[in-house]
């Protein structure tokens, strides 16, 4: 509750603030130098606006901005919204090579209408406007981003920040903006070299730590790293040649206590009582290298050419060292309970007995690589006509290795020692556990609890291993004919053809002492283990010591040995392929005009978007049966295409030179999930079900994707009131030293400003991930049948489940946002400012069948954000608070796959300061220091809307870095 208080709070020191603030905006005392012309040119009466047209000629006349700190990326990145011909949310370098925040998933997070989710402790996915990042898209200089999940999801904690200039998030999309979200489109714009005056060059090189010690050794990781990036522009010829080079070499390390409950078990009581719990102290490390370069050629007025490349490698490791204790839920020999307190039908804390704990070194690896390729060619045929036609390339792999290794007090439930131990509920959500036996003793390699039995083997362990491959080609060409006069400033259409193919496949195996089979008696059932030693992963829940080891060594020496396995711990057979082409013609008209007092600018259009779809997936052969471990697979195919239009307006009313109204009406849709559109189907028998004839109840059932899935779309409407205020910032300076076509010289200026804005995004055809339909499976008898049980068979319908578009529902929001520089408020508070900004977010869907409506996953019914900044002569300091509600998101599930769970939410603090030197020896050279996850933020899934029963628990401790920036003047 004092969360939402906070956010109410937040919402409204943005609508009371501004009242103030908008009897300030008379001018300051100017605290910095401004060149004449931009002085003169400035100088616009609100009582008569100049058009937007008349604006972009005076535009041309003013100077560039100079980009340095904290304060000048703020006004930057007001420019950008400002300027934009549609509902835009902005991000602007504070200087060459330095985007403020930690990551651009970190800076994308702070914008107004956004919000992060964290993945092993760095922001990595969007949220827009309450839909997750299903729903959204991402672009590199236009360019349509893949992935490197197993779905569409942009993970953005891939991308090196000094990479880009600025980031601009399309809130309305128009019919120019190819491969836009339904919600939103996150474009990053890398640098221009022809923009900039003269040459220019920045390096930035930071030592990164973890406050909590270092979970577990290991190769691979450690609990420190580091982070060197450099950008350098130049221009050759005379001004017509401009090259940008970057690299960025990071090593980010992680430390995560994790908890995973299995569940909650029911005691003879009735009450919930936690079943199980998998305990982990990981040791995470992120290495990325990222290559950047650009040339970019204009030799004369009428031709622009640019070649982007971009390449990025990314590796995640991560060393978890800890216990599974089978409780509640406990398979031979369940362990019993005597329980403590209980409170509201929860069993507080308690002791078991007769439990036998699985000692877990495992070992989880990320391996991805990232292309981007783009080249565009502007043509100018006259002062009307232009042409602009661009290629673009954009590719990711991932290889993933999760390896699991079990070891114990002896084989099975029977044998071996038991234990017994207490449990405690804490009330931050931890599970706190004090076995008593001491597990640096007597344990050897071995299945504890008998999981491998049920496919003949001893399993000491278990790896997953997929690998995903996604590339997508795009050619765009599109004509602009320019008005000199009238209501429109041009029109443009075009065209743009893409392809875009993913595929998943993953390889499994069983670990086992020896490779042999339970059946054939050559399973070896233990052990010993060498090279082992004591470490103490799980003190922090109260486990003591237990015996850790390198599985890899166990593996080379020959204690564990491979055994393929058949199918999916997922139960659909796990790899596709799916291919799309779309083929999307354009016509947009871009608005410049007055009515009356009023200026109206922006644009409208209409894109068609035909697309083809063909998935393809494995299914279990008709009419087969097991044969030990190994299952005949057939593979199946489907396809469909459709066409889909999207109209979209856009209209900006502006009531005064600082007062905008903007609007937007569009049609977006959102392409379904890869994973759901795999055409593969997984039967599987329930042995227990064999007799009953109730279809609902029966045998078999089934589950898979649906290659027929068409997209689900949104009716979106968006409306948002901005003023600006008048008044530069503090430390800020218009002349030619630096950029010259900034955004920030082209408004003229000024302070901050205030907007409320309100969303509605009505959804159709919203994709249902379980549907069900009724199947007769006679065609896969006898499938695991005896033919005693194949006379038994109750009936050979089931039920299938898979996603279809049955679903409908809206989301709707108010947001609001104050940038506040103090000294329009007063010159006493010269060099401080604030930006507040909260957002309200409701939801409602409904699927066919099923009239209860829940709430759209991904969704927070509050975000808010709050930075208090100071700069003043080099000096900068910063704190952010990020806030959002609980939510539905997704986490890693077995086999690799993505599941959703209801996470809590909870604010996440970060602070910065700097300091620059301005003249003398070390001119340019700016000192950082920097704090992330200041609060220690406990991460926390729950189920059944009962924040007791946890189902993920981790806690990741503060970071924190030292760095040196300098940039060559």
């Known amino acids: 509750m004092k969360h939402k208080l906070l956010a109410m709070a937040i919402a409204s020191a943005c609508l009371g603030t501004c009242a103030v603030a908008s009897a300030a905006t008379a001018p300051a005392p100017?605290?910095?130098?401004?060149?004449?012309?931009?002085?003169?040119?400035?100088?616009?009466?609100?009582?008569?606006?100049?058009?937007?047209?008349?604006?972009?000629?005076?535009?041309?006349?003013?100077?560039?901005?100079?980009?340095?700190?904290?304060?000048?990326?703020?006004?930057?990145?007001?420019?950008?919204?400002?300027?934009?011909?549609?509902?835009?949310?902005?991000?602007?370098?504070?200087?060459?090579?330095?985007?403020?925040?930690?990551?651009?998933?970190?800076?994308?997070?702070?914008?107004?209408?956004?919000?992060?989710?964290?993945?092993?402790?760095?922001?990595?996915?969007?949220?827009?406007?309450?839909?997750?990042?299903?729903?959204?898209?991402?672009?590199?200089?236009?360019?349509?981003?893949?992935?490197?999940?197993?779905?569409?999801?942009?993970?953005?904690?891939?991308?090196?920040?000094?990479?880009?200039?600025?980031?601009?998030?399309?809130?309305?999309?128009?019919a120019d903006l190819i491969g836009q979200g339904l919600t939103g489109t996150v474009d990053m714009h890398t640098i221009r070299p022809l923009d900039k005056s003269g040459p220019e060059a920045a390096v930035n090189a930071k030592y990164i730590w973890n406050d909590m010690s270092q979970l577990a050794n290991g190769p691979g990781v450690s609990n420190s790293g580091h982070n060197f990036n450099g950008v350098w522009v130049d221009q050759f010829a005379n001004h017509t040649l401009g090259v940008t080079l970057g690299v960025d070499l990071e090593d980010n390390p992680s430390q995560i206590e994790h908890q995973a409950p299995w569940g909650y078990a029911t005691d003879p009581n009735g009450n919930g009582v936690i079943g199980g719990s998998k305990n982990y102290g990981i040791t995470d490390s992120m290495k990325r290298n990222g290559v950047?370069?650009?040339?970019?050629?204009?030799?004369?007025?009428?031709?622009?050419?640019?070649?982007?490349?971009?390449?990025?490698?990314?590796?995640?490791?991560?060393?978890?060292?800890?216990?599974?204790?089978?409780?509640g839920y406990g398979s031979e020999g369940v362990a019993s309970m005597t329980p403590g307190s209980v409170s509201n039908g929860f069993?507080?804390?308690?002791?078991?007995?007769?439990?036998?704990?699985?000692?877990?070194?495992?070992?989880?690896?990320?391996?991805?690589?990232?292309?981007?390729?783009?080249?565009?060619?502007?043509?100018?045929?006259?002062?009307?006509?232009?042409?602009?036609?661009?290629?673009?390339?954009?590719?990711?792999?991932?290889?993933?290795?999760?390896?699991?290794?079990?070891?114990?007090?002896g084989y099975g439930t029977s044998g071996g020692a038991l234990d017994t131990v207490g449990f405690n509920e804490l009330s931050n959500g931890m599970l706190y556990l004090s076995p008593s036996l001491d597990y640096t003793q007597g344990v050897m390699l071995t299945d504890p609890q008998g999981w491998g039995a049920g496919s003949d083997v001893v399993q000491a362990g278990f790896i997953n291993a997929p690998?995903?491959?996604?590339?997508?080609?795009?050619?765009?060409?599109?004509?602009?004919?320019?008005?000199?006069?009238?209501?429109?400033?041009?029109?443009?259409?075009?065209?743009?053809?893409?392809?875009?193919?993913?595929?998943?496949?993953?390889?499994?195996?069983?670990?086992?002492?020896?490779?042999?089979?339970?059946?054939?008696?050559?399973?070896?059932?233990?052990?010993?283990?060498?090279?082992?030693?004591?470490?103490?992963?799980?003190?922090?829940?109260?486990?003591?010591?237990?015996?850790?080891?390198?599985?890899?060594?166990?593996?080379?020496?020959?204690?564990?040995?491979?055994?393929?396995?058949?199918?999916?711990?997922?139960?659909?057979?796990?790899?596709?392929?799916?291919?799309?082409?779309?083929?999307?013609?354009?016509?947009?008209?871009?608005?410049?005009?007055?009515?009356?007092?009023?200026?109206?600018?922006?644009?409208?259009?209409?894109?068609?978007?035909?697309?083809?779809?063909?998935?393809?997936?494995?299914?279990?052969?008709?009419?087969?049966?097991?044969?030990?471990?190994?299952?005949?697979?057939?593979?199946?195919?489907?396809?469909?295409?459709?066409?889909?239009?999207?109209?979209?307006?856009?209209?900006?009313?502006?009531?005064?030179?600082?007062?905008?109204?903007?609007?937007?009406?569009?049609r977006t849709l959102a392409r379904p999930r890869m994973d759901q559109m795999n055409a593969g189907l997984g039967v599987s028998g329930n042995v227990t079900l064999l007799e009953s004839t109730n279809p609902n109840q029966a045998y078999f059932s089934a589950s898979g994707g649906n290659p027929k899935l068409t997209p689900t779309m949104a009716d979106n409407y968006n409306v948002s009131y901005e003023h600006y205020f008048s008044g530069p910032a503090s430390g800020y300076q218009c002349n030619s030293a630096d950029q010259k076509n900034s955004e920030l010289c082209r408004s003229g200026g000024g302070g901050g400003y205030f907007s409320v804005s309100g969303y509605f995004i009505d959804l159709h055809d919203y994709i249902n991930p379980n549907s069900s339909f009724l199947y007769d499976f006679s065609s896969f008898l006898p499938f695991t049948l005896s033919p005693t049980q194949l006379s038994e068979l109750g009936t050979p319908y089931g039920i299938v489940t898979g996603p279809t578009n049955d679903g409908h529902g809206y989301v709707k929001g108010l947001q609001g946002t104050l940038n506040l520089p103090f000294n329009l408020l007063t010159p006493v508070l010269d060099g401080f400012g604030t930006i507040l900004t909260a957002n309200r977010t409701k939801?409602?869907?409904?699927?066919?069948?099923?009239?209860?409506?829940?709430?759209?996953?991904?969704?927070?019914?509050?975000?808010?954000?709050?930075?208090?900044?100071?700069?003043?002569?080099?000096?900068?300091?910063?704190?952010?608070?990020?806030?959002?509600?609980?939510?539905?998101?997704?986490?890693?599930?077995?086999?690799?796959?993505?599941?959703?769970?209801?996470?809590?939410?909870?604010?996440?603090?970060?602070?910065?300061?700097?300091?620059?030197?301005?003249?003398?020896?070390?001119?340019?050279?700016?000192?950082?220091?920097?704090?992330?996850?200041?609060?220690?933020?406990?991460?926390?899934?729950?189920?059944?809307?009962d924040p007791r029963q946890v189902l993920t628990w981790e806690r990741y401790g503060r970071t924190y870095s030292l760095g040196v920036s300098y940039k060559f003047q």
């Not at 956004?114 to 200089?141: C, E, K, M, W, Y």
């Not at 471990?629 to 195919?637: M, R, T």
């Not at 100071?870 to 704190?879: K, M, S, T, V």
């Not at 769970?901 to 970060?910: I, N, V």
Request: hydrophobic share 30%.
């Open 30 to 174: 100017a605290a910095q130098q401004q060149d004449t012309q931009q002085s003169t040119s400035d100088q616009t009466t609100s009582t008569n606006p100049l058009s937007p047209r008349d604006k972009k000629e005076k535009a041309k006349q003013m100077q560039a901005v100079q980009v340095n700190g904290f304060v000048s990326s703020i006004e930057n990145s007001t420019a950008l919204k400002r300027n934009a011909d549609s509902i835009v949310e902005a991000v602007s370098a504070e200087q060459v090579g330095k985007l403020p925040g930690t990551s651009i998933a970190d800076t994308l997070g702070r914008l107004p209408g956004l919000a992060v989710q964290t993945v092993d402790g760095r922001p990595q996915v969007l949220t827009i406007h309450g839909l997750g990042p299903d729903f959204s898209t991402a672009l590199i200089n236009g360019g349509q981003q893949v992935s490197t999940s197993n779905n569409r999801d942009v993970q953005f904690d891939q991308y090196p920040s000094s990479w880009f200039d600025n980031v601009v998030v399309h809130l309305s999309p128009q």
């Open 292 to 327: 950047l370069a650009t040339v970019e050629w204009q030799p004369n007025e009428f031709y622009t050419g640019t070649i982007d490349l971009t390449y990025d490698n990314f590796k995640e490791t991560q060393q978890a060292k800890g216990m599974e204790l089978p409780l």
């Open 347 to 409: 069993v507080e804390n308690g002791t078991y007995t007769n439990v036998k704990p699985v000692v877990r070194n495992d070992y989880n690896s990320t391996s991805a690589r990232v292309y981007n390729f783009n080249w565009d060619n502007k043509f100018t045929i006259n002062e009307n006509w232009s042409v602009d036609a661009d290629a673009n390339y954009s590719r990711a792999t991932r290889h993933d290795v999760d390896l699991e290794s079990y070891s114990g007090t």
């Open 467 to 666: 690998r995903t491959v996604d590339y997508l080609a795009n050619v765009r060409i599109a004509v602009e004919r320019s008005f000199a006069s009238g209501p429109f400033s041009s029109m443009e259409f075009g065209v743009s053809n893409s392809n875009r193919n993913k595929s998943y496949n993953i390889d499994q195996a069983f670990l086992t002492l020896g490779g042999g089979t339970i059946s054939g008696g050559s399973a070896v059932e233990t052990a010993p283990i060498q090279g082992g030693s004591s470490c103490d992963p799980l003190s922090w829940m109260g486990i003591g010591p237990e015996l850790c080891y390198n599985p890899f060594a166990l593996i080379d020496n020959g204690s564990l040995v491979n055994v393929p396995t058949f199918g999916s711990n997922t139960g659909t057979p796990p790899n596709w392929k799916t291919h799309e082409n779309v083929f999307t013609p354009y016509i947009q008209f871009n608005l410049d005009t007055n009515l009356g007092g009023i200026s109206l600018r922006g644009n409208f259009g209409m894109q068609m978007q035909h697309t083809a779809q063909r998935a393809e997936g494995e299914r279990v052969a008709p009419g087969s049966a097991i044969t030990g471990n190994a299952i005949e697979l057939i593979p199946v195919s489907g396809s469909t295409s459709y066409t889909r239009y999207l109209p979209s307006a856009n209209l900006i009313f502006g009531f005064t030179d600082n007062d905008d109204l903007r609007v937007s009406a569009a």
């Open 843 to 945: 939801s409602s869907l409904v699927y066919a069948g099923n009239a209860t409506p829940i709430t759209v996953p991904g969704l927070s019914k509050w975000v808010a954000n709050g930075t208090i900044y100071y700069q003043h002569n080099g000096f900068e300091a910063r704190i952010s608070d990020s806030y959002r509600s609980d939510f539905l998101g997704e986490v890693s599930g077995i086999s690799a796959t993505r599941i959703e769970q209801t996470l809590k939410g909870g604010s996440t603090y970060d602070a910065q300061a700097s300091y620059t030197f301005d003249h003398g020896t070390f001119k340019g050279l700016t000192l950082i220091a920097t704090g992330s996850n200041l609060s220690n933020k406990i991460f926390t899934t729950f189920q059944n809307n």
